[in-house]
């Protein structure tokens, strides 16, 4: 096997190896459990903020936020 060195954070010394993620997924979570929030808000002022419906809000939008 042919190891190589590299000052790059994202790879490994091994060329065979996968490059480490990046971390711009993880960077977006907050940004996009916001959008979450806020479409799952509306959903619930249109049904008027009747109980027993939070989580049905909030899978839904997720489901139109992701998609």
């Known amino acids: ?3 190589t060195k590299t000052n790059n954070p994202n790879q490994s010394s091994d060329a065979t190896a ?3 993620k990046s971390h711009t997924a993880k ?3 907050p940004e996009l459990q916001l959008h979450i929030r806020e479409a799952a ?3 619930a002022l ?3 903020f009747k ?3 939070e989580l049905d ?3 839904a939008a997720e ?3 992701t998609q």
Do not use: A, C, I, N
Request: aromatic letters at 12%; a positive charge.
């Open 63 to 65: 489901q139109e936020t």
């Open 27 to 29: 960077s977006r979570l």
């Open 57 to 59: 809000d909030w899978l």
């Open 1 to 3: 096997m042919k190891v």
């Open 41 to 43: 808000y509306f959903k």
């Open 46 to 48: 249109e049904r008027g």
């Open 18 to 20: 996968k490059p480490r």
């Open 51 to 53: 109980p027993g419906h």
